[in-house]
């Protein structure tokens, strides 16, 4: 939502966000130095930038692939999602200065090229416990390198969301490639066992938190609503929605949010236009309906962005009856003017 | 396998070669053929799409096409 491009949208709790995450990036070398150094004075300097930013690009991975479904599961943790772009970024930087540094140190000093040694210097890509793990890790810093290099609106807009989303799942590629990095190295290397099992409860963690939200998410989608004779489907009592705050609805296989606003109801289509955030689990702020992921915002009443953004989405027709709220499966075109309804609250 | 990776890093290099060209490109002449908006848009902000625009190179190539036909 903008007529131009700036380097950052900032806002205070984006500021307060990245200040956390650099608190939590430095806390967290510098503890891994300390303790590196006091267990063992011989290690090299190299080697503990290695593994203190290989270790770190892991842990935030998992916290950034652990935030969509918390969300999905609790919107306590809504706040984490919004500044899930710069986190991104983050754990980049630190998986880049990993790889960097490792190229550096075990390819950088013979006579070939350093990329081509890291897929040249061990070839027994026929074995499975001796498979090149370090290709692993550089392919999956490529993907990350397209996925932090294309984190902006820019890209989301020129891309179009379509392509841009789906370039961003890849980040489940780079994590398998990740899990098979650390897993096939711990078994090439001298890795301790305490890695491999915090790497394996975070795998276990994920699939079970990814599992969890789909479940939730398909009892939502696969509710049947009682239907009146001419095709409206009843779907909750009025007092059910909080005055500024939405109730989000499965409806012939869209979802729909109905927002109460000033105690009249009005529902919109509820894929936010810009990345397709859940519109009904944001709230109405001055006056519009504010998506929670990144703040577009639209009117309630004509899914329009106020002017002079042009972003619009559809509109559905509301009624009350018998204390029931009803709605017109049929949406109507973007932007679509509706009348509110009087929720009688 | 040598073949195999030599024919990958190849097209690979390739890849991020042209990205590179079509990026400086896009940044210093074609801002406005790709988009408006980056025209309008602070001139730093180049810096920081500058290498989204190399890892995407084919969509907007693709992109710039479209414009050159219309």
Known sequence: MGLDYKWVLWNAHKKTYDRLILLGMVTYLVLFFVLSFLTNPEIIAETVIIRAFGSLAIIMLHIILAIGPLSRLNPRFLPLLYNRRHLGVSMFLAALVHGVFAIIQFHALGNSNPIVSVFTSNMDYGSLVNFPFQVLGFLALLILFTMASTSHDFFLHNLSPKIWKGLHMGVYLAYALVIMHVFLGAFQQDTSFLTVLALFLGLITLVSLHVRAALKEAKIDGFVWAKDTKGWLAVCHPREIAESYAKIFTVDGERVAIFKHEGKLSAIHNVCKHQGGPLGEGKIVDGCVTCPWHGYQYLAHNGQSPPPFTEKVKTYALKIENDMVYINPEAFPEGTAVTPISSGS | ?70
């Open chain 2, 1 to 70: 396998m040598e073949t195999a990776i030599t024919i990958f890093l190849g097209i690979l290099s390739g890849y991020f070669a042209i990205g590179l060209l079509f990026a400086l490109y896009v940044m210093l002449i074609g801002a406005r053929k790709i988009d408006p908006l980056l025209a309008d848009s602070k001139k730093g902000i180049r810096v920081l799409l500058f290498p989204g625009v190399v890892a995407t190179w084919p969509f907007f190539f693709a992109k710039l096409f479209r414009f050159r036909r219309s």
